[in-house]
């Protein structure tokens, strides 16, 4: 549900302006190879994150991390990690945000500040979600960036991953070339029920 009202957001500008868009994947969304995530974290923050009664939580354990693929390797000392998603956070495999901004306000890597490392529990063949942003971004249409991952996290290896851009004010700003206007994300259990004609009425309390 929250992809496919992304999607549907994403695309009614481009079909009213008629926008020509085009995005490179760049070499953190590189299809020519699997990139590698060496995420370093104190041990007592990693029991915690993995405590059942934080599993539903936000809060970010500071972390350090590695990136190693066609474009050689890239340290970031200070970044912020924590489980992410909806219905998927009591699975064995977890989801992860790396919030690459954090603690160090404005840093980034290769434009992006969040990254999204999905473990695609539901899907076996851990393709779908990424065979539509292909072909979403085949023919010109905003959609996340996304290639699979290898992660590991204090020299253990956690798996295969898809790492998914983070739809953002700089994924607005990549697509349309600026950061003004609304950007909108449902919160499960959403539908597409309407409301109102009142954008507030829409929002979470």
Known sequence: MNRFIILV????????????????????FSADDI???????????????????????DHEYPAQVVFEGVFGSVSLNLIGLRFRGNTSRDKVKKSFKLSLNSFVPGQK?????????????NDPSMVRSRLVWDLFKDKNIPSPRSNHVELYINGDYYGLYLNTEHIDDEFVDTWFGNKSGNLYKCTYPADLNFISNNPDDYKVA
């Open 9 to 28: 957001l994403s695309i009614l500008p481009v079909l009213a302006s008629g926008q020509n868009v085009m995005v490179e994947n760049g070499p953190l």
């Open 35 to 57: 990139l590698k995530i060496y995420v370093t974290i104190d041990p007592d923050s990693l029991d915690a994150l993995y405590e059942e009664d934080n599993w539903y939580e």
């Open 109 to 121: 890597f290769e434009g992006v500040e969040k990254l999204n490392l999905n473990a695609e529990v």
